[in-house]
T-cell receptor, first 116, second 111 residues
């Protein structure tokens, strides 16, 4: 079974530029999560999708971050414009049901973003 | 809102020694609890999880954790550390439709 795929693995941009990350979850997984992991901290949930609908985006900085999952499969996370404090690893995860208590959340390898 | 606290950002042990990584959660409702491991430049891998039933949970690589409701704890242990256990470990709690992580504990294993 293929895992959660993310691209790119690494990205360096200047502040005020825009960037986009892509995630392909495990086939058949209805729930998709985007987490931000700043160095020295645990992952923080940015947004959670159930199929193509948003379940939770309460911690997503909506003035600069956006995410979509149009067909309920792949997802993109965009930052525009980027700030220095956005430097982090962005992790995508998927699970087969509405919560990891019923199953397991599988994580991709992440995209490491550096904003200079 | 729930929170997860991991005591100690770094824990150092010798190879063959007991590993103990501490995790406490704060929630008005007992959550589902998880331990994940992260190796350098890798994603998160599930070690074990507690949902319901037996409070002592066994996971991969010889790790286990015990859910103690009275102490709101879910500490991770391994009887004998191996060099390959060196990694960062995250405790997480699922509740209120959100998976909340602790800040992580880096496990260092010396020969």
């Amino acid at each position: 079974e293929a895992g959660v795929a993310q691209s790119p693995r690494y990205k360096i941009i200047e502040k005020r530029q825009s960037v986009a990350f892509w995630c392909n979850p495990i086939s058949g997984h209805a729930t998709l999560y985007w987490y931000q992991q700043i160095l020295g901290q645990g992952p923080k949930l940015l947004i959670q999708f159930q199929n193509n609908g948003v379940v939770d985006d309460s911690q997503l900085p909506k003035d600069r971050f956006s995410a979509e999952r149009l067909k309920g499969v792949d997802s993109t996370l965009k930052i525009q414009p980027a700030k220095l404090e956005d430097s982090a690893v962005y992790l995508c995860a998927s699970s087969s049901l509405s919560g990891p208590g019923e199953t397991e959340a599988f994580f991709g390898q992440g995209t490491r973003l550096t904003v200079v | 809102a729930q929170s997860v606290t991991q005591l100690g950002s770094h824990v150092s042990v010798s190879e063959g020694a007991l590993v103990l990584l501490r995790c406490n959660y704060s929630s008005s409702v007992p959550p589902y609890l998880f331990w994940y491991v992260q190796y350098p430049n890798q994603g998160l891998q599930l070690l074990l999880k507690y949902t319901t039933g037996a409070t002592l949970v066994k996971g991969i690589n010889g790790f286990e954790a015990e859910f103690k409701k009275s102490e709101t704890s879910f500490h991770l242990t391994k009887p004998s550390a191996h060099m390959s256990d060196a990694a960062e470990y995250f405790c997480a709690a699922w509740g209120y439709s959100t998976l909340t992580f602790g800040k992580g504990t880096m496990l260092l294993v010396s020969p």
